[in-house]
């Protein structure tokens, strides 16, 4: 079958996309931005990628005409900008429109689980974009599920920074809050299974896993099995903006996603009975294994996707490849020049840059700089990357972001997603047996020149020292 896979760089539709194409599917992939998306990670016959943006129905165009079913993932709910009720509905009217107008007889829609009486903004928002969808010419399948547990989803990163950084946790008392958690090999199989089926068709299914917890046991739980002793005392008196605050410092996410989680924590999420795993013959996977899972896929290097990179800031909205030529009037420079013992060694190193590898000189000042970071509003460096060794245009690193990664090349390229008074670049080159290290500003008017001078200094040192670290033996 010809199949349509919207928000394809998204933590889901990457976890799905090798399975359809495992399948004998032909899929073209909507993004936004080609750029951020790495189709070396994919089987390439049967593949294919446009630049759609559902915002703007001006790009729609370069959908085909001959799909036969389309996939709806299109989220914003950790938008940095606008009102994301509003952007989900522009999204869904234009993709309804649009869809009606191929020979498309199925849209699969993954949403959220919508049955207490009292939903989150989120949810609001999840149900209002089926009820959209649901009115257009095709054949509606909705599978709803809560939170979804696996290697890089948010639901389990955001656990496993509470977990592993708080050994006492003082939290809100929506960690009483139950849910419904779902592996995501689960969600994958359920998002499979249904492509094609006509008792599917015009259907709502809640998918979750066989337990029914809440969110301190599945914090506590989690803990067990990493082997530590955590304390979690319930407070009734957290204001949900001191929780958004809370969980913003402590994890990875963004304050926008912080703010929309908390509201969605605080309503129950679990599944009205329905036949759909026994018809497919779907196993389903217990809480406690879907960790498992996720950590033996973090211990192999094997994580497909994180949600974290498809997490970013306001300042690439118009797109990585906007970036990627680097500019040179107007500019601020740093650049080291030095000389290889071995360019191998080196570029192995570039290629394991940030993380847990950290950047090779004055680490705890890269920290401070991202703790910086996040109190103004910004990313921070919580994020990390996705693989120890591996790296693609378009994965978010710390608070940089990937523009370039070639290897054969021997180049690196960074955009910086920090709060800064300008424009910044990282780039590492490595030509015969030299390691070319620059850095780049563009200020933005008086206060980016201040900062770049403020910055010099300790620009002097660590550009120095992470230069001759990553040219070293070591």
Same mark, same amino acid.
């Given at each position: 079958m010809k199949?349509l *896979?919207?928000?394809? &760089?998204g933590?889901?539709?990457q ?5 359809l194409?495992k399948?004998?599917?032909e899929?073209?992939c909507?993004v ?6 790495? &189709?070396s990670k994919?089987?390439?016959?049967g593949?294919?990628v ?5 915002l703007h129905?001006e790009t729609l165009g ?5 799909i036969d ?8 709910m950790s938008?940095q &900008?606008?009102s994301f ?7 869904a009217n234009n993709?309804k429109?649009?869809i ?5 007889k ?6 959220g689980?919508?049955n207490?009486v009292?939903? %989150?903004?989120?949810?609001l ?5 089926e009820?959209?969808?649901?009115t257009g010419?095709?054949?509606l ?6 939170i979804i547990?696996g290697?890089g989803s948010?639901?389990f990163?955001?656990?496993?920074d509470?977990v592993?950084?708080?050994p006492?946790?003082?939290?809100? @008392? ?7 958690p ?7 199989e359920f *998002?499979?299974a #249904? ?7 015009? =259907?709502s299914?809640?998918?979750g896993?066989?337990? !029914?917890?809440n969110?301190k046991?599945?914090?506590?739980r ?6 530590l002793?955590? @304390?979690i005392?319930? #407070? ?7 929780? %958004?605050?809370?969980?913003y410092?402590v994890?990875s996410?963004?304050y926008?996603?912080a ?8 309503i129950?999420?679990?599944c009205?009975?329905?036949n759909?795993a026994e ?6 996977i ?8 996720a950590f033996?896929?973090?211990e192999?290097n ?6 974290i990179?498809?997490q970013?800031? $306001? ?5 990585? %490849?906007?970036?990627?030529?680097v ?6 420079k ?6 290889l013992? $071995?360019?191998n060694i080196?570029?192995n ?11 090779y000189?004055?680490?705890? *000042?890269w ?5 910086l970071d ?8 919580? @994020? ?6 591996e ?7 710390d608070?940089w972001r990937v523009l *370039?990664?070639?290897k =054969? ?6 955009f ?8 910044a670049?990282?780039e590492?080159? !490595?030509t015969?047996?030299?390691? !070319?290290?620059?850095?780049t ?6 206060w ?6 403020c910055?010099l200094?300790f620009?002097g040192?660590?550009f120095?020292?992470? %230069? @001759?670290n ?5």
């Amino acid at each position: 079958m010809k199949i349509l *896979l919207t928000g394809a &760089t998204g933590y889901i539709a990457q976890r799905l996309l090798p399975v359809l194409l495992k399948n004998g599917h032909e899929v073209i992939c909507c993004v936004r931005d080609k750029s951020r998306f790495d &189709t070396s990670k994919y089987e390439q016959k049967g593949l294919s990628v446009i630049e759609v943006n559902f915002l703007h129905d001006e790009t729609l165009g370069m959908i085909p005409t001959d799909i036969d079913i389309a996939y709806y993932m299109i989220h914003s709910m950790s938008t940095q &900008t606008g009102s994301f009720e509003s952007m989900e509905t522009i999204c869904a009217n234009n993709f309804k429109e649009c869809i009606g107008k191929t020979n498309a007889k199925q849209v699969i829609y993954l949403s959220g689980i919508t049955n207490d009486v009292e939903l %989150s903004k989120h949810l609001l928002s999840r149900k209002n974009v089926e009820s959209i969808l649901s009115t257009g010419t095709y054949a509606l399948t909705t599978l709803k599920a809560g939170i979804i547990v696996g290697s890089g989803s948010a639901s389990f990163e955001i656990i496993r920074d509470l977990v592993e950084k708080l050994p006492i946790m003082i939290a809100p @008392r929506w960690l009483n809050t139950k849910c419904q958690p779902i592996a995501i090999r689960n969600v994958i199989e359920f *998002l499979n299974a #249904v492509v094609g089926h006509s008792e599917t068709f015009n =259907k709502s299914y809640d998918i979750g896993g066989p337990d !029914i917890l809440n969110y301190k046991e599945m914090l506590l739980r989690f803990a067990a099995i990493r082997g530590l002793k955590r @304390r979690i005392l319930v #407070v009734p008196v957290m204001t949900p903006r001191i929780s %958004s605050y809370w969980l913003y410092f402590v994890t990875s996410t963004s304050y926008a996603l912080a703010k929309n989680l908390v509201n969605s924590m605080k309503i129950e999420v679990i599944c009205q009975p329905n036949n759909l795993a026994e018809k497919f013959n779907i196993s389903l996977i217990d809480y406690d294994t879907s960790i498992k899972l996720a950590f033996d896929r973090i211990e192999q290097n094997q994580v497909l996707s994180s949600w974290i990179d498809a997490q970013t800031s $306001d300042v690439l909205e118009k797109g990585i %490849s906007q970036h990627m030529e680097v500019p040179i009037n107007g500019c601020f420079k740093d650049v080291r020049k030095t000389p290889l013992q $071995d360019s191998n060694i080196a570029l192995n190193k570039i290629w394991s840059i940030g993380g847990k590898t950290g950047w090779y000189y004055g680490n705890r *000042l890269w920290e401070i700089r991202g703790f910086l970071d996040k109190l103004s509003g910004g990313v921070g460096m919580r @994020r990390g990357r996705k693989s120890e060794t591996e790296i693609s245009p378009g994965e978010s690193l710390d608070f940089w972001r990937v523009l *370039l990664a070639d290897k =054969k090349d021997k180049r690196l390229l960074l955009f910086a997603e920090m709060k800064l008074p300008g424009e910044a670049w990282l780039e590492f080159q !490595i030509t015969g047996n030299q390691l !070319i290290q620059t850095a780049t500003f563009r200020p933005l008017g008086v206060w980016g020149r201040i900062y770049w001078y403020c910055m010099l200094p300790f620009h002097g040192f660590i550009f120095k020292g992470m %230069s @001759r670290n990553i040219a070293a033996c070591l």
